[in-house]
């Protein structure tokens, strides 16, 4: 608590960088408004999901949720920029892909989404005809994180904001964790406020449709997270957290409050080794692992970690054997009954997209 409080006061000494940083985005923003860069169209349905500030909005599970609705209706496929891999330029994931080749994120979606074409490039502009390339067939691309890459024109921005630091009071790096102007919203047609608390009331749903202030083109909508049953690492048995379960909650992800809440709720006590967003993890942070777990008191003792950390951590899948470590999976659930409404928006969008054609 201490070092949060230190790093949000000497943020504000960094002001003057925050009002540099404006002034080059929105000069950025202003050339792409202008039509002085261009941006290019394609000739297939775009979904971009993206945020305008840096951090945990849920991007992940956004990009899994529209897996789910579309992958049995069109060809879809994703491209992410493969943030933190070693490697650079185009990728199209294949059986010998490990997150070092592609990124954490892109990896847990061809885990759980194999027959799903994955790619991963910085420029998408040069990503998108490589990716229709090796797969000619694909009808529908969603572009992962790429919100603030105008060089590409989506046909359907989704924009996500944490409900717990929504753009609107928030402010520009490095004093706040916008990486874009907050006057963005205008190009998305969806906005998704997330992270809510599943008991959020329609008094204060309005009161935040009233900040954001929406256009005539735009519909606001709510999701709380949503965690699935605990499933070993390995053997994909499912448990349940107990109120006697002690629990290491190992995280390298942008925001664990949620998870901790979760453990607050559910665990008898818990533990905590939290590593850098994206964490690469090492042999010794596995031993740091499993020296915790032996202080550990309870006789019912789990390791806790999330899908994007799983990832990073099946290379020591030998390493791990024998230690019961579990994955909670994480998914959004849209409140006030409006999941079909928004269903209904991307399914529109690309139907309409394909008559049009």
């Known amino acids: 608590m201490f070092s949060n409080l230190f790093l949000k006061s000497f943020r504000i000494f960094l002001f003057p960088f925050s009002l540099l940083y404006l002034a080059v985005i929105f000069l950025r923003n202003w050339l792409f408004d202008k039509q002085i860069l261009g941006s290019s169209r394609f000739g297939l349905p775009l979904v971009c999901v993206g945020n305008l500030s840096v951090g945990g909005t849920g991007k992940s599970p956004m990009v899994e949720y529209l897996l789910d609705l579309l992958r049995h209706r ?132 309005q009161k935040i449709i009233r900040e954001i202030r929406p256009r005539e083109n735009q519909e606001i909508f709510f999701t709380c997270i949503d965690y699935g049953r605990p499933y070993h690492i390995s053997t994909r048995e499912e448990r349940k957290l107990n ?53 550990m008191k309870a006789l019912d003792k789990v390791i806790l970690t999330t899908e994007k950390d799983m990832v990073r951590l099946l290379k020591f899948s030998t390493e791990l054997e024998g230690l019961p470590l579990y994955v909670v999976p994480v998914r959004h659930r849209f409140l006030f009954e ?20």
């Open 74 to 205: 069109y060809k879809v496929a994703t491209l992410s920029r493969g943030y933190k891999r070693k490697t650079k330029g185009y990728a199209l994931a294949d059986a010998r892909s490990s997150a070092l080749d592609i990124g954490d994120e892109p990896m847990q979606f061809h885990l759980k989404y194999p027959e799903v074409p994955v790619a991963v490039g910085e420029e998408r502009i040069e990503a998108i005809p490589q990716l229709l390339h090796d797969r000619p067939d694909t009808q529908v691309i969603i572009l992962d994180d790429a919100f603030q890459h105008r060089s590409v024109k989506a046909g359907l921005n989704i924009l996500l904001t944490d409900y717990n630091n929504l753009f609107t009071r928030d402010f520009y790096l490095p004093t706040g964790d916008l990486r874009d102007l907050k006057s963005g919203y205008k190009r998305a047609q969806l906005i998704v406020v997330t992270k809510c608390r599943p008991d959020l009331d329609e008094s204060e749903r």
């Open 243 to 295: 109120p006697d379960t002690e629990v290491l909650l190992v995280t390298g992800i942008a925001n664990p409050r949620p998870l901790k809440k979760l453990l607050e709720e559910h665990a008898h006590t818990y533990q905590m080794l939290q590593y850098p967003d994206h964490h690469i993890f090492t042999i010794d942070d596995l031993a740091e692992i499993r020296q915790q777990v032996r202080k």
């Open 338 to 357: 409006e999941g079909p409404a928004f269903d209904r928006q991307v399914i529109s969008f690309i139907d309409h997209f394909k008559n049009e054609q």
